[in-house]
């Protein structure tokens, strides 16, 4: 570090600062060091850092995977949680941390291997909160407990983003809608998203008026075939989809179809919190409330990195609504026309 301050004709902190990042510095100056540096080959010592400043500059994403695969969606989170901290000179390390992993949490937080916490796929009680909390670790939520006093959260919000979904059908001219949720074992572990868009769901039939009946079914396309066979039994009159599971959407689909219903004259299906990539790939298209999940997940990091800067501990929120996209699975009922 000597050697390229006396290259680059700046002080030794200034070179310190350009590579942590720590203070801001002059673009002019900036390029200076990074000139020397790459002149001289010099390329930092992480563990030698990491030594000096008690930081690894890395952040852990825990999210659980037990028993399913990352699908789009997920995967637009993980990527806007890594470009986030990639431009702030740090890694981003997933961990597949579930909440009933607390002896591989608690390894990685007091082995300070990492800086701070993304929490994924949180529970309205996760036990991951509680462990975070008593090691006095820094982390932000993507999603929200029940109690959230002094903790930041960054999370879809999920009220808007049901009743935008519903008034959507509502202005079409439906007036029985099915929703198919998450499983009943998310409901029942406290998963938070699941939760949340039941209460909201039972909200807004009751904000627009409307009958309505809410179907768990697991994350796979023969959970949604049996999800959409249950609520046509429970409801014979349903027109309308609400669907929040992108395996089951796909399924959904395709009972539907082989049932001799046409989408979206007969039944139209709105998914939530999905892709724009999963939309475009099924048959319609999805009309979809698209997940913000790239720009929410770059969110929580920023706060992460904000707190891990000042030590601030206050509690904060902020919620991001899904948009609406209207593709190919939704219209008019058939019978309004």
Request: aromatic residues 4%; contains cysteine; negative net charge.
């Amino acid at each position: 570090m000597t050697d390229v301050a006396q290259r680059a004709g700046v002080s030794v902190s200034t070179v310190s600062y350009v590579l942590t990042g720590t203070r801001p510095i002059s673009e002019a100056t900036r390029e200076r060091v990074l000139t020397a540096m790459a002149e001289l080959g010099y390329q930092p010592n992480a563990m030698a850092r990491g030594l000096a400043s008690r930081r690894s500059n890395i952040l852990g994403l825990l999210l659980p995977l037990t028993g399913r695969s990352l699908g789009a969606t997920e995967t637009a989170f993980v990527t806007g949680a890594t470009e986030a901290a990639r431009q702030a000179g740090y890694h981003l390390m997933l961990c597949p941390v579930g909440a009933d992993d607390s002896e591989e949490l608690r390894t990685l937080a007091t082995q300070r291997l990492l800086d701070g916490f993304l929490v994924m796929e949180v529970q309205l009680a996760d036990r991951r909160v509680e462990l975070l909390r008593e090691l006095e670790a820094q982390f932000v939520l993507i999603g929200r407990t029940d109690d959230q006093d002094g903790l930041a959260c960054v999370d879809i919000d999920f009220d808007q983003t049901v009743d935008d979904a519903v008034a959507h059908l509502v202005g079409l001219g439906h007036r029985t809608v099915a929703y198919v949720n998450h499983s009943a074992a998310s409901l029942a572990s406290g998963y938070g998203p699941a939760r949340r868009t039941a209460a909201a769901f039972e909200a807004a039939l009751r904000r627009h008026e409307i009958d309505g009946v809410m179907v768990p079914t697991e994350d796979t396309a023969t959970g949604g075939r049996q999800a959409i066979r249950e609520a046509r039994e429970r409801r014979p009159q349903v027109t309308g989809v609400l669907v929040m599971n992108e395996n089951a959407a796909l399924g959904i689909l395709a009972e539907l179809r082989e049932a001799g219903l046409d989408v979206p004259w007969d039944i139209s299906v709105v998914s939530m919190v999905t892709s724009e990539v999963v939309a475009d790939l099924a048959s319609p298209t999805l009309t979809a409330m698209t997940s913000p999940g790239a720009d929410l997940a770059a969110a929580a990091t920023r706060v992460l990195l904000r707190r891990l800067a000042d030590g601030d501990c206050t509690t904060y929120e902020e919620l991001l609504p899904c948009v609406l996209e209207v593709r190919g699975t939704s219209a008019r009922p058939r019978k309004l026309k």
